[in-house]
């Protein structure tokens, strides 16, 4: 009895827990975007590979445009749906929490990935330490800098939670290693590469003696970096940003983008999976997952991947 007891209890610490195979009833898992958007791809490419692994059914819902109102309809309809797990990219914390709330009580496991809704009842936040990796870009732009000049910061949505903790890194850490950067605005480019460009080309005809831009969202580095190619500021005014978008590393080649932060994007789908499959099975979730960053430079633009795929190799 006591053998039995202490396999019993050996199985129960296994993570994740259960592989769902032929002839049980396979859990239905759903990924919550903010919205139609390249950066997710490989967020869903690791969802769908642990999905496989472990025997659950997956799916991709994607709000079409990056406002709050369709990405609570998207959660609302999965209630009605009865899946198993949702999986979200929050863009809003605030106004998440009715509609989180609703799917707990419907029984409904609901984590957050990517972007997090620290004012929820989300099981947890698996993705970057969202601040910290702000702060650690800001000391290398400072640098990049000369710790002197004007910068403008490019935000997709100022609402989102992830995106307000990497601002306040970044602009702490000019505060504190660099006084004498002035951040000229922080400017909203709603998650959209064409309002990016757009705005971009209005920054450089009003701020004539800008020194540098970053991005702390995807689709600002690729788009400003059209735009100093077309104006033939490339190399002169200095850009950074998050993800490695195609058109980033592009960038990050040609000399256009200084560097990028790469988020662990397939690690935080592959992690969902596990995780909502623990709380399917009553364990405890630690509240905060981080799954790390990486600096990409010229001068590992073309091995960064293979680093990656070594820490984390399902």
């Known amino acids: 009895m ?70 609570v309809k998207v959660i609302e309809d999965l209630i009605a749906q009865r899946v198993d797990g949702i ?107 064409a309002v990016a460009t757009n705005k971009t080309e209005a920054i450089l005809q009003t ?3 800008l020194k540098a831009i970053f991005a702390v969202s995807a689709e600002g580095a690729p788009a400003a970096a059209n735009v100093l190619r077309q104006q033939k500021k490339s190399g002169k005014i200095i850009l950074a940003g998050f993800d490695d978008l195609k058109d980033t590393l592009e960038g990050i080649k040609d000399g256009t983008v200084s560097f990028c932060l790469v988020q662990k994007t397939y690690k935080m789908g592959w992690l969902s999976v596990e995780k909502l499959l623990d709380a399917m099975a009553g364990k405890q979730i630690l509240k905060v997952i981080d799954t790390g960053v990486l600096f990409v430079t010229k001068s590992n633009v073309n091995t960064y991947m293979d680093e990656m795929k070594k820490e984390f190799n399902p």
């Open 2 to 71: 006591k053998k039995l007891l202490l396999v019993v209890l050996v199985l129960s610490l296994l993570v994740p827990i259960v592989v769902f195979g032929q002839g049980a009833k396979k859990p239905v898992f759903v990924m919550v975007p903010k919205g139609v958007h390249p950066y997710y791809e490989p967020c869903y490419e690791g969802f769908k590979a642990a999905a496989a692994k472990y025997g659950v059914t997956v799916q991709k819902v994607d709000p079409q445009k990056f406002e709050l109102p369709l990405q």
């Open 87 to 193: 999986a979200i990219s929050a863009l809003d914390d605030a106004g998440l929490v009715p509609v989180i709330a609703d799917a707990i009580k419907a029984g409904i496991k609901v984590i957050t990935f990517d972007a997090p809704a620290p004012s929820s009842a989300a099981l947890t936040y698996i993705g970057t330490d969202n601040e910290t990796a702000g702060y650690e870009a800001g000391k290398k732009m400072a640098d990049l800098m000369n710790k002197e000049g004007e910068i403008i910061i490019l935000q997709g949505g100022l609402g989102a939670a992830n995106l307000n903790l990497r601002t306040k890194g970044f602009k702490r850490a000019l505060a504190e290693v660099a006084p004498k950067i002035k951040v000229l605005d922080v400017v909203d480019v709603q998650g959209d590469f």
């Open 207 to 209: 701020y004539p003696n």
